[in-house]
């Protein structure tokens, strides 16, 4: 069983920045691939960011050169650093990990609020 601690969101005014971070309990090189996901009330979860083992990224259109993915092997760890954040984009954000076994695993999520 992965443990996944994610970090980093809170309230922040439209324009700004925050930084998730999601720490992994297993080694990071077990790891296929990390992402991050948000949801809102109401609506199904959606992809934000995927960062492969390659280090390949896949961003939603919605966020593309606004958020940035990265993972820090030394650290078991991925971020998600969010720009010009936008009321839209308030929601619980949610790191996964897809393993190299195929098993996959979520985090418990940390909200983000965006004030217009």
């Known amino acids: 069983q992965v443990q996944l601690a994610e970090s980093g969101g809170g309230l922040v005014q439209a324009g700004g920045s925050l930084r998730l971070s999601c720490a992994a309990s297993?080694?990071?090189?077990?790891?296929?691939?990390m992402g991050w996901y948000r949801q809102v009330v109401g609506k199904q979860r959606e992809l934000v960011a995927v960062?492969?083992?390659?280090?390949?990224?896949i961003y939603a259109d919605s966020v593309k050169g606004r958020f940035t993915i990265s993972r820090d092997n030394a650290k078991n760890t991925v971020y998600l650093q969010m720009n010009s954040l936008k009321a839209e984009d308030s929601a619980v954000y949610y790191c996964?990990?897809?393993?190299?076994?195929?098993?996959?695993?979520w985090g418990q999520g940390t909200q983000v609020t965006v004030s217009s």
């Open positions: 996964k990990t897809y393993m190299l076994t195929g098993s996959e695993y």
């Open positions: 297993e080694n990071i090189f077990s790891i296929n691939a």
């Open positions: 960062v492969t083992k390659g280090g390949s990224t």
